[in-house]
């Protein structure tokens, strides 16, 4: 990746930076426990200093990310048809490249806040009563500072980490994972289905060096057919997951605005919904969820295969009537 369009510069500052505060917090730790005897404060330097220790790893790893910066620019866009073997390879090689940039999630703060109880409690009463738990290895002191110099390390680890993964940088836009599962998942099943050939259509942005992926649509055309006759797979998500296609012929036979029923021995009755769109003939295919159920309503891959093939079949029908 070239430095025209990510800047590392804040990010390498921060880092260096965080270095150092992490070693200053060590080196003030390891000196009072060196330099006292007492009690409290040994007992509160394994388990009460990494509170705010591992609250400052946070907000470092978060200013590492931020400091991240992208540089805006135009991206020149070349789209290309990938089959979904070369897809697996698109995706592994995009993470690859720009998962640092692209993955966040809040639960990297949650994982946090579970390690960092275990590394406070396991190495804090540890070094804490360790002379009264095993015999010391070379002296009782430097042991117990080797134990609170790995203790500190960790907590400070632990949250930088979490506090790095949980952000995204500015441009995210352009470094975001296009890849929705659920689309790909049912649109790997349409492969199966006689006359179609599905894949993904991946559009790729281009700048200097740089080569990211700006979207990834998948979708299906027939075969012996032009590609002006596509099907699109879309999945919507309120509750679960609701797969449909829709289905257009560009220059098709004119269809009127309206709604079928199939019955194609499927667990819901299938929809196919008519329209046009000037000269573009539009078929959404669908099935019928019931509002109320006493279960998650789930389509199962072979029942999507049917309305497939069901659709397959009126576009094919209508793009034979178009006399093209």
Same mark, same amino acid.
């Given at each position: 990746?070239?430095e025209e369009v990510i800047?590392?510069?804040?990010?390498?500052?921060?880092?260096?930076?965080?270095?150092?505060?992490?070693?200053?917090?060590?080196?003030?730790?390891?000196?009072?426990?060196?330099?006292?005897?007492?009690?409290?404060?040994?007992?509160?330097?394994?388990?009460?200093?990494?509170?705010?220790?591992?609250?400052?790893s946070l907000a470092l790893?978060?200013?590492?990310?931020?400091?991240?910066?992208?540089?805006?620019?135009?991206?020149?866009?070349?789209?290309?048809?990938?089959?979904?073997?070369?897809?697996?390879?698109?995706?592994?090689?995009?993470?690859?490249?720009?998962?640092?940039?692209?993955?966040?999630?809040?639960?990297?703060?949650?994982?946090?806040?579970?390690?960092?109880p275990v590394i406070t409690?396991?190495?804090?009463?540890?070094?804490?009563?360790?002379?009264?738990?095993?015999?010391?290895?070379?002296?009782?002191?430097?042991?117990?500072?080797?134990?609170?110099?790995?203790?500190?390390?960790?907590?400070?680890?632990?949250?930088?980490? @979490? &506090? !790095?993964?949980?952000?995204?940088?500015? %441009?995210?836009?352009?470094?975001?994972? $296009?890849? /929705?599962? =659920? *689309?790909?998942?049912?649109?790997?099943?349409?492969?199966?289905?006689?006359?179609?050939?599905?894949?993904?259509?991946?559009?790729?942005?281009?700048?200097?060096?740089?080569?990211?992926?700006?979207?990834?649509?998948?979708?299906?055309?027939?075969?012996?057919?032009?590609?002006?006759?596509?099907?699109?797979?879309?999945?919507?998500? @309120? &509750? !679960?997951?609701?797969?449909?296609?829709? %289905?257009?012929?560009?220059?098709?036979? $004119?269809? /009127?605005? =309206? *709604?079928?029923?199939?019955?194609?021995?499927?667990?819901?009755?299938?929809?196919?919904?008519?329209?046009?769109?000037?000269?573009?003939?539009?078929?959404?295919?669908?099935?019928?969820?019931?509002?109320?159920?006493?279960?998650?309503?789930?389509?199962?891959?072979?029942?999507?295969?049917?309305?497939?093939?069901?659709?397959?079949?009126?576009?094919?029908?209508?793009?034979?009537?178009? %006399?093209?």
């Amino acid at each position: 990746m070239t430095e025209e369009v990510i800047d590392y510069g804040r990010h390498k500052i921060v880092n260096r930076l965080s270095i150092i505060i992490f070693g200053v917090v060590i080196a003030i730790a390891v000196y009072f426990r060196m330099t006292t005897d007492n009690f409290w404060t040994i007992f509160s330097l394994y388990l009460f200093v990494p509170v705010p220790l591992v609250l400052l790893s946070l907000a470092l790893g978060v200013l590492s990310k931020r400091g991240i910066d992208y540089n805006k620019g135009e991206w020149k866009s070349q789209k290309r048809w990938e089959t979904f073997q070369n897809l697996l390879k698109i995706e592994e090689e995009y993470k690859d490249a720009y998962g640092h940039l692209t993955e966040s999630s809040d639960s990297y703060c949650s994982v946090c806040c579970c390690v960092f109880p275990v590394i406070t409690l396991l190495f804090g009463l540890f070094g804490v009563f360790y002379t009264a738990l095993i015999y010391p290895l070379f002296d009782s002191l430097y042991d117990t500072v080797f134990i609170l110099i790995i203790q500190y390390i960790l907590t400070a680890l632990a949250g930088f980490i @979490s &506090g !790095f993964k949980s952000v995204q940088i500015d %441009g995210e836009e352009f470094f975001k994972d $296009p890849f /929705s599962s =659920d *689309e790909v998942e049912y649109a790997y099943a349409l492969s199966t289905v006689p006359g179609l050939r599905a894949g993904v259509e991946v559009e790729y942005g281009i700048r200097g060096d740089t080569k990211t992926v700006l979207s990834a649509e998948a979708k299906a055309h027939l075969t012996d057919v032009p590609e002006t006759v596509t099907v699109k797979v879309q999945v919507s998500h @309120s &509750g !679960f997951a609701y797969p449909y296609l829709v %289905g257009t012929v560009y220059k098709g036979s $004119p269809v /009127s605005e =309206d *709604e079928f029923s199939y019955d194609i021995d499927t667990r819901y009755p299938a929809i196919i919904e008519t329209q046009m769109d000037d000269n573009v003939a539009v078929f959404v295919a669908r099935f019928k969820i019931p509002k109320k159920s006493r279960s998650v309503p789930n389509v199962s891959k072979d029942d999507f295969k049917k309305l497939a093939a069901l659709l397959e079949r009126l576009l094919r029908e209508n793009y034979e009537n178009s %006399g093209q």
